[in-house]
């Protein structure tokens, strides 16, 4: 592959299928490849009622506050820029920055997210 855009996909993967994720598509990757990825920020969801981090490195999410959704998600939350660059080994970063959605009228809080662009 030259090319891998994983946008708002691999926070849902446990700390262990993740790592083995990256790794894969590090080997996927011709010399050269980018990679263009997006994890949730630990500020995201933090409307929402959150459980206690698990051992897989994951946090149930539920009760939307605007009743938008229902349901439960597990989401896997980076905490700051170095574990996103940590996280994306053996990549090497050329870019990281966040960006939040539009939310005028902030009625599920911040939905931030980490981006990430790596390269083989």
Not at 53 to 69: A, F, I, Q, T, W
Request: proline content about 2%; glycine content about 8%.
């Amino acid at each position: 592959m030259d090319f891998i855009f994983a946008n708002q996909s691999l926070y849902y993967l446990t700390k262990q299928a993740f790592k083995e994720t990256i790794q894969e598509f590090y080997e996927l990757c011709n010399n050269g490849a980018i990679i263009f990825a997006t994890m949730m920020s630990d500020k995201g969801y933090s409307m929402y009622e959150r459980g206690e981090l698990m051992d897989n490195g994951l946090r149930e999410v539920k009760k939307c506050p605007s009743g938008r959704l229902s349901g439960s998600s597990y989401i896997r939350f980076t905490k700051n820029i170095e574990e996103l660059k940590e996280d994306f080994k053996p990549f090497k970063p050329l870019f990281w920055g966040d960006y939040e959605l539009i939310n005028l009228h902030n009625f599920e809080g911040s939905v931030e997210h980490f981006i990430y662009i790596g390269q083989k």
